[in-house]
């Protein structure tokens, strides 16, 4: 069966850290992943997403995430990180050929600190 | 564009009560799906529609829910009769055809307590 890990449950940093958040899948075949963030109070919003082509995908508000195929992972990165970045953060990933169904991961909680 | 709309945005019942949960996707996507949030088992994929047609309810709890989309503009999540343990934010989320179907659009929730 498929399923998604986030490895950290809850991240606290300052503004102007680097953040990197992890994000694990185990499924061998074709996947496209994503990552979702939640601000306090809202719906899910869309961050980024990679289907195929090159594994370093640009996201907006100046997040990034690198598809490593080899280790399975699509981490999430952002070099300085805002106190409006503070969000639950979700990793998900549907199979190539089963794109209805996304599979969360369980969330990161992250906090900026001013 | 209005986004996915979500009615009631929080509900409050007692147990055994009838809930019924509305959405309304983003006009012209053709694929609906319905969410449940919780603490202790996160994001759940409950069913999605694909035209109107329900493609996969596997994510569906028990037969208390049950889910229906009569029109492309409409769908609603009924739980009959609810249990403290439903107690969860419901989203529902929509998508385009093709390609751009990887991208679901989601809604505001509907945080439901079942007393």
């Known amino acids: 069966a498929q399923s998604v890990s986030q490895h950290n449950h809850h991240v606290i940093l300052s503004e102007a850290a680097s953040l990197e958040l992890g994000c694990n899948y185990s499924?061998?075949?074709?996947?496209?992943l994503f990552w979702y963030v939640q601000y306090p109070g809202q719906h899910l919003q869309l961050l980024l997403k990679y289907f195929s082509g090159d594994p370093l995908v640009k996201g907006i508000k100046g997040f990034e995430a690198e598809f490593i195929k080899s280790k399975f992972s699509f981490n999430l990165r952002k070099p300085s990180v805002q106190w409006s970045d503070t969000a639950e953060y979700f990793c998900?990933?549907?199979?190539?050929?089963?794109?209805?169904?996304?599979?969360f991961g369980a969330g990161t909680q992250v906090v900026v600190t001013p | 564009d209005a986004g996915v709309i979500q009615s009631p945005r929080h509900e409050v019942t007692e147990m055994g009560q009838e809930v019924t949960l509305r959405c309304k996707p983003i006009s012209g996507h053709d694929y609906l799906f319905w969410y449940r949030q919780t603490m202790m088992r996160g994001l759940e994929l409950l069913i999605y529609?694909?035209?109107?047609?329900?493609?996969?309810d596997s994510g569906m709890p028990e037969d208390r829910f049950s889910a229906k989309m009569p029109n492309a503009s409409f769908s609603t999540l009924k739980i009959q009769p609810s249990e403290p343990r439903d107690s969860a934010v419901y989203f529902c989320?929509?998508?385009?055809?093709?390609?751009?179907?990887?991208?679901?659009?989601f809604g505001p929730g509907t945080r439901l307590t079942v007393t």
């Open positions: 529609f694909n035209n109107n047609v329900p493609i996969d």
């Open positions: 989320a929509s998508s385009g055809g093709g390609r751009a179907s990887y991208e679901q659009y």
């Open positions: 499924y061998g075949g074709t996947v496209n």
């Open positions: 998900a990933v549907t199979l190539g050929d089963s794109w209805g169904k996304l599979q």
